[in-house]
């Protein structure tokens, strides 16, 4: 007789579902993209489903007979609950758990338990726990049975455990508090951005989806240490390094939480500060996995989120990233990116030209001063040398002939 399982260490096993809405749609895409974030988040995936349909069901996400099918289905893997590819209503989420008497979990469940897993700073566990408790918050009426399972799994790390014991008044109240916290660190955030406005150090965001490389580029461009690991949201918190540039110039890297397909509305406000770091930035710096078969897609929801963002009129620096695993070579192309390079951060190849092409955009937004300054101008002539490019550099009787590619606003200076 085989010896019983550790039920502490036991993965989850789980059935995912997914709704079609036209043929050609992508949800076999999505269904193979949520079991990554299930193996992610420590579940197993023992079957599919999916159910053709012009429209979600309101009630019950897929219509009787596909629920019926999905029990037999359950009773055949033995499978400990569901997940739906989508954010479930309330009302779906309480009769799919009554109807088939599993734990029922959706695709915003799944990815808020791996933003709670992987968060480490202290602004980071805020966001999630924000975004958590507005998630929970939706559904407190909606929970049922489940509210007094005090096992573990998904949807029960961080907060979640807290929703099991806490009500509706208790959580708004939490609520305003860390939206209190955040906004505190949000005011941080602004100083610290007007700073380097006023020191006119230019910044260059990291952005892609997830898992397409952000945190090892950043690594191999600035030694910044930051864990980079093959899966998805292995970081989330904001890492901001300097990059020296040829000529003297610098650059601000700042890596930011990786997109992907239906990223929650929870999430995407909780962590809207984080993610405005590309508001902010002279240039983007768009990371694409080249050697995943849905990069177009992928590249498209990165583009599609920065919309939302406002993130408008900025320079885009697209690197396909991961060169070195395509069998063979591709011509890749972002017709929205001011330049493409192809690159593997991962074995170097191609960063000195992402360091060049870097200081070339930069260098567009400069303009040539050539001047000779007195020596009574020695701290403007300190900031032509730490905020531009200096070309040519010449002491002579009068003073200091300087040529140099600068900011406008320190031209503006002379």
């Known amino acids: 007789m085989a010896e019983p399982r550790n039920t502490e260490q036991q993965i989850e096993e789980v059935l995912m579902v997914g709704v079609s809405l036209e043929d050609g ?97 202290s602004e980071g566990k805020i966001q999630v726990e924000l975004a958590q408790l507005r998630y929970g918050l939706s559904r407190l009426t909606g929970k049922g049975t ?22 509706r008044r208790r959580m708004k109240s939490r609520i305003s508090q860390l939206k209190k916290e955040l906004q505190e660190m949000i005011a941080h955030r602004d100083i610290t951005r007007q700073q380097r406005s006023r020191n006119e150090i230019p910044v260059a965001a990291i952005v892609g989806y997830t898992n397409a490389g952000k945190s090892t580029l950043l690594n191999a461009l600035t030694d910044a240490g930051i864990l980079a690991q093959d899966q998805l949201f292995a970081t989330l918190d904001t890492t901001t390094r300097m990059l020296e540039l040829s000529g003297k110039q610098q650059v ?63 320079k885009i620096l697209t690197l396909f990233n991961k060169m070195d695993r395509l069998e063979q070579p591709e011509i890749l192309r972002d017709f929205r990116a001011d330049e493409t390079l192809c690159i593997s951060a991962a074995t170097g190849q191609g960063l000195e030209d992402v360091k060049e092409t870097i200081a070339k955009l930069l260098r567009e ?14 701290q403007f002539l300190a900031q032509i040398r730490s905020k531009g490019e200096v070309l040519e550099e010449e002491y002579r009787p009068e003073g200091v002939y300087i040529k140099a590619l600068v900011p406008k606003s320190l031209a503006g200076k002379k």
């Open 25 to 121: 749609d992508d949800t076999m895409d999505s269904l193979d993209e949520l079991e990554e974030l299930l193996h992610t988040a420590g579940a197993k995936v023992v079957g599919r489903i999916i159910q053709n349909r012009e429209a979600v069901h309101p009630g019950t996400y897929v219509g009787k007979g596909k629920i019926d099918e999905i029990r037999m289905m359950l009773d055949a893997t033995g499978a400990v609950g569901i997940v739906c590819d989508d954010e479930l209503t309330m009302v779906q989420y309480r009769n799919l758990e009554d109807a088939l008497g599993v734990k029922v979990m959706d695709r915003t469940m799944v990815i808020l338990d791996i933003f709670a897993s992987h968060a480490r700073s």
């Open 365 to 378: 937004d400069k303009v040539l001063l050539e001047d000779v300054f007195g020596y009574d101008r020695m």
């Open 146 to 167: 489940s509210l007094s399972r005090q096992g573990g799994g998904i949807g029960t790390r961080g907060p979640g455990e807290k929703k099991l014991e806490v009500d």
């Open 252 to 314: 601000l890297l700042t890596d930011t939480v990786g997109f992907i397909r239906k990223l929650p509305h929870h999430l995407v406000e909780a962590f809207r500060s984080t993610l405005e770091e590309a508001k902010y930035a002279d240039i983007i710096l768009h990371v694409v996995d080249a050697s995943n078969p849905q990069m177009e897609k992928q590249m498209y929801i990165v583009y599609q989120t920065l919309d939302m963002l406002g993130v408008r009129d900025k």
